[in-house]
């Protein structure tokens, strides 16, 4: 699975992602603007996409305005990822799946359960 996200930073998103959640980039691909797409994988067949906003704005401005997607991670790290990621929220019961949230650099929020 590849999910597109649109952000204003890719390369601070991106770093995002590495440092915190121990993403790894697989793709990176010149686009007509000069700019780059940056994918990475977060766990096996889970790849994030990210695209500058600029770009999506000039060349596919219709899906700019979408919103992100809610994104719910698993992870078997689960307390060790609440405690590295400074944005995390309070850790809640979600139908007896211990969860969290926590924000990007850029305001977006994604879940985290724990793995069971």
Do not use: C
């Not at 601070?12 to 790894?24: E, R, S, T, Y």
């Amino acid at each position: 699975m590849r999910t597109m996200l649109y952000v204003d930073d890719v390369e601070q998103i991106v770093q995002f992602w590495q440092d915190k959640l121990g993403a790894q980039v697989v793709e990176v691909n010149a686009l007509p603007d000069d700019s780059e797409n940056i994918v990475v994988t977060v766990a096996p067949n889970v790849e994030l996409s990210f695209f500058a906003k600029s770009f999506i704005r000039q060349y596919s401005p219709e899906v700019l305005d979408s919103g992100t997607p809610s994104l719910m991670f698993f992870s078997d790290d689960f307390e060790a990822l609440h405690d590295r990621l400074t944005t995390a929220g309070k850790i809640v019961d979600n139908n007896g799946t211990p969860t969290f949230n926590f924000r990007d650099p850029e305001g977006n929020y994604f879940a985290v359960g724990k793995a069971k």
